[in-house]
């Protein structure tokens, strides 16, 4: 069956680092776009970054120049790169694949960015 797996997750200090991963399993990942979702208590889910799969990338505005979405489609896995988090990035990430009106979410990782 169809599997998205995030790992990565944790508390990190303001100005600090994290990876996450997304693993992804139970369908054809190179012909799906990939995507990283978060939700903070009381807002809006929203869409952080997201890869097509010819690998052009999109990002809120919030996260320009600090993270980074990559995918390897020989390992179904799809990455963020977080650097100098701030405690608004604070969340629940969420890991998300698109092909037309198909979709699937991953369980989601928490990010905590605090001192």
């Known amino acids: 069956q169809v599997q998205l797996v995030e790992s990565g997750g944790g508390l990190v200090q303001p100005g600090g680092s994290l990876r996450l991963s997304c693993v992804a399993s139970g369908f054809t990942f190179r012909l799906y776009a990939m995507g990283w979702y978060r939700q903070a208590p009381g807002n809006q889910r929203e869409l952080v970054a997201e890869?097509?799969?010819?690998?052009?990338?999109n990002y809120v505005d919030s996260v320009k120049a600090r993270f980074t979405i990559s995918r390897d489609n020989a390992e179904n896995t799809v990455y963020l790169q977080m650097s100098s988090l701030k405690p608004e990035d604070t969340a629940v990430y969420y890991c998300?694949?698109?092909?037309?009106?198909?979709?699937?979410w991953g369980r989601g990782t928490q990010v905590t960015v605090s001192s």
């Open positions: 998300n694949a698109r092909f037309a009106e198909r979709q699937f």
């Open positions: 890869i097509t799969s010819g690998g052009r990338t």
